[in-house]
């Protein structure tokens, strides 16, 4: 069944067909998904509800910080996280987690756009993390800067000096993307900018007010440093999602549904809940 066309194809047709097994073990909702010959495994967690998801991702935030005090983190905005991030604040305040030699880069920010804009991502992630715990070093693609192309080239260079991510966050959106790689037939693997997808502008919308002006252009980081983390968790909750996921897990690698590179990442876990699992 699998096939490439030549490269002039239609992006809907580019794909390729990865069979899947499924392995149940006895601890319900815990999975490894893997293809025949042994590709790819993606460790895929289903959770009884969003809170679960939450819980389930701060302990392995525990668990990375723990091991690596000084990790380079990969961060993520959205409503996914917000859930996520309120669970490290709340085991940050009472000194179970530790932030202090850890640093951070932001997946992507809307461009052009004040990072004091209370629709930045720069905003969100003061409000929603930063400000709440002890992380001193965190960056965020600057929706300000004047020249786009000169950031997406310094940001580059800020995560490499970095020493690349260590553990990315992910979240997924209604299309397939993963950061704001949107579907596409190529993809560029440093930061970009980007144009977004009607889908993305429309999902985003309800975070704008009525007449507020709402970009549709972002920073995105590329699916070069997404690749090169050394660890992913994509996180998917609520019935909506519940399509893309199922079309994420079908094992085929399309271009048009950029999450599903990460079928080919050698250490990706997956936690869903119920509703996006579609049960
Ligand atoms: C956000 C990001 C996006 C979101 C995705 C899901 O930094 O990179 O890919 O993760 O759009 O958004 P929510 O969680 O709002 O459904």
Redesign the pocket.
Known sequence: MGYIQNANMKYSNFYFVLKLNLWYTEDCGFDYITNESGYFTVKKIVCDSYEDVCSYAADIYAAQLKDKPDSVLGL??????VGLYKELSRRYSKGEIDFSKAESF???EYYPIDPKHPQS?DYFMRENLFDKINMSKFQIPNGGAPDPIAECTRYDSEIDKAGGIDLML????LNG????NEPAVSYPAGTYLVNLTES?IE?NSRFFGPGEHQPVTALTMGIGHIFKSRKVLLLISGAAKADITKKLFEGKIHTDIPACFLLLHPNVTVIVDKAANGE
Do not use: E, R
Not at 76 to 81: H, W
Not at 170 to 173: C, D, N, S
């Open positions: 993520a905005t959205g409503s996914t996280p932001n997946l992507d991502y992910l979240g997924i959106g993307h993963i950061g704001f993305s999902a």
